[in-house]
C-alpha cells in the first residue's frame, strides 16, 4: 500500500555540527538548510549530556530520546545502531551525535537520491560535522576546518564552522534557515538559542545576529563581534556538483 500524503517523511537537506568541550562542560549543534526553521527540527543538545542532528530524511521525535540514551550511558555508535536497527528507511538518514566524552557517531544516507548528492561527514578530536544536497566535496571540508582552526567559544566555533560550509558552497538550493543550540553542564534547558527561519541569506543574516547578541556563551573570535564583516561576499552562485559520487 502506497503512502497517503501525511505519511510522506520530510526531507530535511542540510548541513550541521555537533560539538562538546568536555573541559567547560558545554555542548551544542548548528545547522543550515534550504529546509524553513531548520533551528528547530534538526539539532538537540542537552546539558551534561551532548548534542545530536538528525536530518535528510529527518525523525524530530528521535531527538530527546536519543539524549536519553547517551545520558543513560550508551555509547553513540550503540543509539545510532538502536535508532536504526528496524528503520527501513535506514538508508535514507544522516543522523550525527557526540557524547560530553567526545565520542562521535554518524550515519549517511547510503540511498539518498541523486538531488541529494553531494553527501559526506568528518569527525574530529570533539565535534562531527555532516552535510547532504551540498555544492561538493569543500563543504564538509571547510565546516570542519574552521571548527579545529577557530580559537574562542564552542558557540563561536560552531558559527564559524557553519559560516565555512556557506562560503563553500553549501545547500546547493538555497540559504532559507540557519540555527545554533547550546548547553551547559549546571543551566537547565538551551544556554543559548539563535535561529533565522526564513531569509535569502540565513547563515549570513545569523551571523549578524550573533555578532549583535550579548551572551555569556560567546568568546574572543573576531568574527562574532561588532562591527559585523560578511565573510564571503564574493561567494560563487549555488550550483548542483556537476558529478555526484
Excluded at 565520542?103 to 562531527?128: D, E, F, I, L, Q
Excluded at 545576529?209 to 563581534?225: F, S
Amino acid at each position: 500500500m502506497g503512502r497517503g500524503k501525511a505519511d510522506v517523511p520530510e526531507i530535511t537537506a542540510t548541513f550541521s555540527i555537533v560539538a562538546v568541550d568536555p573541559e567547560s562542560g558545554v555542548c551544542g549543534a548548528a545547522v543550515a538548510s534550504k529546509y524553513p526553521a531548520v533551528g528547530k527540527v534538526v539539532p538537540y543538545v542537552r546539558a551534561g549530556v551532548g548534542a545530536f542532528c538528525t536530518q535528510h530524511h529527518h525523525v524530530p521525535k528521535w531527538g530527546e530520546p536519543t539524549l536519553d540514551k547517551l545520558q543513560q550511558g550508551m555509547r553513540p555508535e550503540s543509539v545510532i545502531a538502536d535508532l536504526l536497527k528496524d528503520d527501513p528507511d535506514a538508508e535514507l538518514r544522516q543522523l550525527g551525535l557526540i557524547d560530553m566524552q567526545g565520542r562521535a557517531a554518524v550515519h549517511n544516507p547510503t540511498k539518498a537520491a541523486a538531488g541529494s548528492r553531494y553527501w559526506a561527514a568528518m569527525t574530529g578530536r570533539y565535534y562531527c560535522c555532516q552535510g547532504n544536497t551540498l555544492t561538493g566535496r569543500g563543504v564538509v571540508v571547510a565546516m570542519a576546518a574552521a571548527y579545529e582552526d577557530t580559537a574562542g567559544s564552542v558557540a563561536d566555533r560552531l558559527l564559524a564552522a557553519l559560516i565555512a560550509a556557506d562560503c563553500a558552497g553549501g545547500d546547493h538550493r538555497g540559504r532559507l534557515a540557519a540555527g545554533i543550540r547550546v548547553a551547559k553542564q549546571g543551566i537547565e534547558g538551551d544556554w543559548l538559542s539563535l535561529h533565522i527561519d526564513k531569509s535569502d541569506d540565513a547563515v549570513i543574516e545569523l551571523a549578524k545576529a550573533y555578532a549583535e547578541l550579548k551572551h555569556d556563551a560567546k568568546g574572543e573570535w573576531r568574527g562574532g563581534q561588532l562591527p559585523f564583516q560578511h565573510p564571503c561576499p564574493d561567494r560563487p552562485k549555488l550550483t548542483a556538483p556537476v558529478k555526484s559520487p
